[in-house]
C-alpha cells in the first residue's frame, strides 16, 4: 500500500470518526434543544405564599404625596380616597421572562380606575353568580364599548368591583416593553404598572394575586449552550481541516499518477524496443505484464502491490535488447552458443535493472523468470520457493504469451491445448498455486487467445 493509500485510508478512518461524533452530538443537541423547547413552553405560577425567588411580585401604595387624594364628586353619595399602587414584577432568573399575566383577587369592595401600560380584563359578578368580564385599556377606551358595570364620576372612570371579582393584568409588550424582562445575564430587570384604585378607606389590599410567567432560553445559552458552541465550532474546523488534507492528497496522488503515466510510457518504450527486434515478440512484454497483474490480482495482492507486478513484469524480457536479431529471427534450431546468448538476457537484464532500485522486483522478475520449479531452468537452476514470486508468476504469464502466439517454429495452441501444457507442467516448469490462479482466471475471462 502506498503512502498516500496509507493517508487516504486514515482520512477515511477520521472521516467516519467525527461523522460519528457529529452525530452523537446532533442526537444531544435535538434532545438538548427538546429540553429548551419544553422549559420556554411551561407556565410557571408565583402567589403571594410562593417561596421561589426566581421572578417575584410586589404590589404596594407608591406613597408619595401626590400619589393619593381624596374625590368627592363621585356621584355615588360618599367620598372615596385614591391611591396609586406600584405592580412590580422582578425577574431574577438567568434567562428572559418571556410573557405573564397576573390574576388579581378582589377581596374587598373598591372601584378600579386607571392603570398603565397594559390592559386590564375585569371580571364582575353579580349576586346570582352572572359573570360580566371584558378587556379594556382604561387609558384609552370610549365609553359606548363598555360592556361591564362603571360610573362615570366626574371626568373618571370606576369600575365597582366586589369580593369574588378579579382582573387579569395583560402587560404591554408595545411602546412601554413590560415583557419581556430581561433576566440576570442582561442585569436582573422589572416591570412596573400603576395602578389606580379607589376606595372608602383608602387602603386596598390587592396582595391575592397569582401570576403566571413563561421564561425563555436560547439553545446556546447556559454550560450546555456554550458546549454545543464549542462542540460545532470544533467540528466545523476539523472537517475543514480533513477536508484540506483530502483535497491536498488527492492533487497529489493525481501528480503521482501523472508521473507514474510518464513511468509507464517509457516502460513500455523500452520493452517495445526489445520486443521490436523479433517480430514475434510485438507486444509480449506488455501482454505478459497484464496477464502478471491479473494473476496478482487473483492471489489476492493489494491494488499497489498488483502496479509492482505489472512495472517488473514489463520489463522482464528488457535483455533482449542485447540477443542479435539474426538469433532471435531465427527459424531454425538454435546452435549450442546461441542458446548460451539467449539465456544470457536474463543476466544482460538483471545488471542493468539493479541500479532501477524505484522498480522493486524488476530485477528478480529479469533475472529468474527462466528458471524452472522444480530446479530445471536457468540461469541459476533455483527451485521452489528459492525463485522469487515475481519471477514465477511472469514465468507462467511467459508461458501463456508464448504459447497463445505464433512462433517461428510452430503456431499458435489453441486454448485448450494450452490449458493441458500448463497442467502437464505444473509442478514441474511452473508453480502449481500459480498455475491454478491462471487456470481460474481463463476460465472467467477472454484473453484473446
Ligand atoms: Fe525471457
Known sequence: MTK??????????????????????????????????????????????????????????????????????????????????????????????????????????????????????????????????????????????????YYHAGQDLLIPLTPGDYLIYHPDAGVSEEVPIKGTADMSGSSVCGIIMYSVSGDVDLNAYELSYRLHQSVWEGKQGSFFI??????????????????????????????????????????????????????????????????????????????????????????????????LRKNGKLTREEYAEVKRHTVRASEILKEATSIPKAEEAALYHHEHFDGSGYPYGKKEEEIPLIARIVAVAEAYDAMSNDRPYRQKLMREQIREELIKNRGTQFDPAIVTAFLDIMGERDLGS
Not at 26 to 55: C, G, M
Not at 129 to 146: A, I, M, W
Not at 242 to 259: A, K, W, Y
Open 4 to 149: 498516500v493509500d496509507n493517508h487516504k485510508k486514515v482520512i477515511r478512518i477520521l472521516t467516519f470518526i467525527l461523522l460519528a461524533i457529529t452525530a452523537v452530538i446532533l442526537v444531544l443537541f435535538v434532545i438538548h434543544a427538546i429540553n429548551v423547547k419544553n422549559y420556554n413552553e411551561e407556565w410557571r405560577v408565583v402567589t403571594p405564599d410562593s417561596s421561589a425567588t426566581q421572578v417575584v411580585v410586589d404590589i404596594h401604595p407608591r406613597g408619595g404625596s401626590t400619589d393619593s387624594w381624596l374625590k368627592t364628586d363621585t356621584g355615588l353619595g360618599t367620598d372615596l380616597n385614591a391611591k396609586i399602587y406600584d405592580l412590580v414584577v422582578t425577574n431574577n432568573a438567568h434567562t428572559y421572562v418571556e410573557d405573564w399575566y397576573i390574576r388579581i383577587q378582589i377581596t374587598e369592595n373598591c372601584y378600579l380606575n386607571n392603570a398603565w401600560c397594559g390592559k386590564f380584563e375585569v371580571h364582575q359578578f353579580d349576586e346570582r353568580g352572572k359573570e360580566l368580564s371584558q378587556t379594556v385599556d382604561l387609558r384609552d377606551f370610549d365609553y359606548n364599548d363598555l360592556q361591564i358595570n
Open 230 to 327: 464549542a462542540a460545532f465550532a470544533l467540528l466545523a474546523l476539523s472537517f475543514m481541516i480533513l477536508g484540506t488534507v483530502f483535497l491536498v492528497t488527492v492533487r497529489f496522488e493525481g501528480r503521482i499518477q501523472s508521473q507514474n503515466r510518464v513511468l509507464g510510457d517509457a516502460f513500455k518504450i523500452c520493452c517495445g524496443l526489445a520486443d521490436s527486434r523479433d517480430y514475434y515478440s510485438k507486444g509480449h512484454s506488455e501482454r505478459v505484464a497484464l496477464y502478471s497483474r491479473m494473476i496478482g490480482e487473483k492471489m489476492g495482492m493489494d491494488k499497489s502491490d498488483c502496479d509492482l507486478v505489472y512495472n517488473a513484469a514489463l520489463l522482464h524480457d528488457i535483455g533482449n535488447a542485447f540477443v542479435s536479431e539474426q538469433i
